[in-house]
């Protein structure tokens, strides 16, 4: 009997996303964004959040994140346990990057079906997946590429070290990276690279800085809806 000693199987596991349609009319299929949640957070959380920088005229779809943790500081009396959600922390990272592709892949796909425009899908991320976002942009699983990408206090694939030409889909991105001067986890130091390794693989990328600790800025969520307006539709 030939029993291999490990194996790897796939599951089929809940993906639970919040839709929020067009809060104006719009002629045609609306321009999509789909936005993902940072580690511990949920869905109904980033849709609060995203609405405050998403145009008016988007399809925006809030997922949640398929594996469960207890989010912090809701772990111990007296405060009541709460459950938050993440993209994986496995340590094989293509295990965590093969859970983001699925979720952004099934996520597209649903906005296509109920209406979105395939050839305008916009990603904004917040944290965790921001560098998720990043490299499965380079190879978009809808086929077309996304029209622009928001990045909000997260990183860039730890293996982009030198400057690469990316690919013709990133290069038709434009990108958003916003950081925060007081980001305990993306220091000003470390992400003072983040810009100019972006610029060599996606279209046009702009690296906001503001004040602040690891959260969305409200101070960045106006340029964040122009840069969306213009580069999204």
Same mark, same amino acid.
């Given at each position: ?26 002629? /045609?299929?609306? +321009?999509?964004? !789909?936005? &993902?949640? @940072? ?10 959040? %995203? *609405? ?62 109920? /209406?979105?425009? +395939?050839?305008? !899908?916009? &990603?904004? @991320? ?10 499965? %942009? *380079? ?72 004040? @602040? ?21």
């Amino acid at each position: 009997m030939d029993i291999p000693p490990e194996a790897t199987l796939t599951l089929e596991v809940p993906f639970r996303l919040l839709a929020v349609p067009p809060r104006e009319e719009v002629s /045609g299929p609306p +321009p999509v964004l !789909v936005c &993902l949640h @940072g580690y511990a957070m949920d869905a109904e959380t980033m849709k609060g959040l %995203a *609405l405050r920088f998403t145009p008016p005229g988007f399809l925006l779809i809030s997922v949640e994140g398929p594996h469960t943790t207890l989010a912090p500081g809701t772990d111990a009396p007296p405060a009541e346990p709460k459950l938050g959600f993440h993209w994986g922390v496995s340590p094989r990272p293509q295990e965590n990057r093969a859970t983001h592709r699925k979720a952004v892949t099934a996520a597209v796909a649903w906005a296509i079906e109920h /209406g979105g425009d +395939p050839a305008r !899908v916009s &990603l904004a @991320g917040f944290s965790q997946p921001c560098s998720f976002n990043y490299r499965v %942009a *380079l190879d978009p699983p809808h086929g077309r590429p996304f029209r622009a990408l928001v990045a909000v206090c997260g990183g860039i694939p730890g293996e982009w070290k030198e400057p690469s030409p990316g690919t013709p889909a990133s290069q038709a991105a434009a990108v958003l990276h916003v950081s925060t001067k007081e980001d305990p986890y993306y220091s000003m130091e470390r992400a003072a690279p983040f810009r100019e390794r972006l610029a060599a693989r996606f279209g046009d990328v702009t690296h906001l800085t503001c004040d @602040g600790g690891h959260r969305i800025p409200s101070a960045a969520n106006e340029e964040i809806r122009r840069f969306l307006a213009l580069r999204g539709v």
